[in-house]
């Protein structure tokens, strides 16, 4: 079974300020690892992904993320917030070994305040 | 816009009526998921399917529900003798590639509200 935790249902950072978003994950096999964005009113909008290779993963809009296996974490960064970051972010993982399925956190909706 | 496309953008329905909803892929997407999401949840895995070939069916989805992919391009997702319990957004999304490498495109969703 895989399953993907996101601890945080709210996180709250000043604009210019450095912002992460957690999320922890469980899978079998080898894990393929999400982060995908929600704003209002729109559909999710893929941000980054990690397959293999190196640990630390640059997406759209200035984000990052850092694949920790050890810890089976895959938060996702950014180094100076805006005001536009405000949204919902949700992280998902597949399982190389569970061909299709993604699993989602419940996701983290992120409050970027001027 | 070549995005990915629901259609329609709300139901509204009596409980025990049939609905039906549409999802038009990215068109050289082989890959083709439904979701269901409620609030304050992320997206359940509904079904997925590769070209027109249903290939994995969540065991959470009763037998109301249905879904094809006829020749492969657009899917409709059918819900039998709807529940209050099915009020929900309904995701569609498409991916291109056979593997579980590729990032998911989604659309706007199906707001369905069983009354």
């Known amino acids: 079974a895989q399953s993907v935790a996101q601890p945080e249902d709210q996180v709250n950072v000043a604009e210019g300020n450095p912002l992460t978003v957690k999320c922890t994950y469980s899978v079998s096999g080898n894990p393929y690892l999400f982060w995908y964005v929600q704003y209002p009113n729109r559909g999710l909008q893929f941000l980054l992904k990690y397959i293999t290779g190196d640990n630390l993963v640059k997406g759209s809009y200035g984000f990052e993320a850092e694949f920790n296996k050890s810890q089976t974490s895959f938060h996702l960064k950014k180094p100076s917030a805006l005001v536009s970051d405000s949204a919902l972010y949700f992280c998902a993982v597949r399982d190389d070994t569970n061909a299709g399925k993604s699993t989602f956190g419940d996701g983290t909706t992120l409050t970027v305040k001027p | 816009d070549t995005g990915v496309s629901q259609d329609p953008r709300h139901k509204i329905t009596k409980r025990g009526q049939n609905v039906t909803f549409r999802c038009d892929p990215i068109s050289e997407h082989n890959r083709l998921y439904w979701y269901r999401q409620t609030l304050g949840q992320g997206p359940e895995f509904l079904t997925y399917f590769q070209n027109e070939a249903q290939l994995e069916k969540s065991r959470l989805l009763s037998d109301r529900f249905s879904a094809e992919r006829p020749k492969g391009s657009f899917s409709t997702l059918e819900i039998q003798r709807t529940e209050q319990g099915d009020s929900a957004m309904y995701l569609c999304?498409?991916?291109?590639?056979?593997?579980?490498?590729?990032?998911?495109?989604f659309g706007p969703g199906t707001r369905l509200t069983v009354t």
């Open positions: 999304a498409s991916s291109k590639g056979r593997t579980e490498a590729y990032e998911q495109y």
